[in-house]
T-cell receptor, first 114, second 113 residues
Framework: DTEVTQTPKHLVMGMTNKKSLKCEQH?????MYWYKQKAKKPPELMFV???????INESVPSRFSPECPNSSLLNLHLHALQPEDSALYLC?????????????FGPGTRLLVL | AQSVSQHNHHVILSEAASLELGCNYS??????LFWYVQYPGQHLQLLLK??????LVKGIKGFEAEFIKSKFSFNLRKPSVQWSDTAEYFC???????????FGAGTRLAVHP
């Protein structure tokens, strides 16, 4: 089973709203990732969690706040977003063993900021 | 900085034609290489990967890729495409023991019946 699930599938929010994106995997992966994908562009890494600790933050604005409550869950809290933050937000997970480090992606949350 | 280049941004083929999509990476050390596919309206799916060993790797749906270390290349091939192969294809690399996946810009493939 290589399934990563994400909720919600679609989200529309105003610039003053607070919302959260959720990601879940049950593959025993100890690394989880958030990516942002704009239309017709490749995914861009935002955050990496290794063993539930934030290991990479790709200089993401503070209006995006990640959280990893346990090894199976990853959240992305959104606050005071801008219209240019509208995009597909992808979650991924992988083993941390170098020889098995394949990232598996969820279906994404399509976010529209009005 | 590491980078991945995909030479073809748009490719249009007729069904049964052969496919080769180019991918070059810039990192000179040990790399793990991937091809992902994104069908219209769907999420990224792993097509195939190379970690070590036989440089010719086979993936799902009849795709294969060849790792040529001297050319820093990992080209994707399929001998006969189908209409259902219409999708965006991304080459990606992880290098240096660091779990940061670097994507190429992608190649949009359209296959006409």
């Amino acid at each position: 089973d290589t399934e990563v699930t994400q909720t919600p599938k679609h989200l529309v929010m105003g610039m003053t709203n607070k919302k959260s994106l959720k990601c879940e995997q049950h593959m025993g992966h100890r690394a989880m990732y958030w990516y942002k994908q704009k239309a017709k562009k490749p995914p861009e890494l935002m955050f990496v969690y290794s063993y539930e600790k934030l290991s990479i933050n790709e200089s993401v604005p503070s209006r995006f706040s990640p959280e990893c409550p346990n090894s199976s869950l990853l959240n992305l809290h959104l606050h005071a977003l801008q219209p240019e933050d509208s995009a597909l937000y992808l979650c991924a997970s992988s083993h941390l063993d170098r020889d098995r480090e394949t990232q598996y992606f969820g279906p994404g949350t399509r976010l529209l900021v009005l | 900085a590491q980078s991945v280049s995909q030479h073809n941004h748009h490719v249009i083929l007729s069904e049964a034609a052969s496919l080769e999509l180019g991918c070059n990476y810039s990192y000179g050390g040990t790399v793990n290489l991937f091809w992902y596919v994104q069908y219209p309206g769907q999420h990224l799916q792993l097509l195939l990967k190379y970690f070590s060993g036989d440089p010719l790797v086979k993936g799902i749906k009849g795709f294969e890729a060849e790792f040529i270390k001297s050319k820093f290349s990992f080209n994707l091939r399929k001998p006969s495409v189908q209409w259902s192969d219409t999708a965006e294809y991304f080459c990606a690399v992880i290098s240096g023991g660091y779990n940061k996946l670097i994507f190429g810009a992608g190649t949009r493939l359209a296959v006409h019946p």
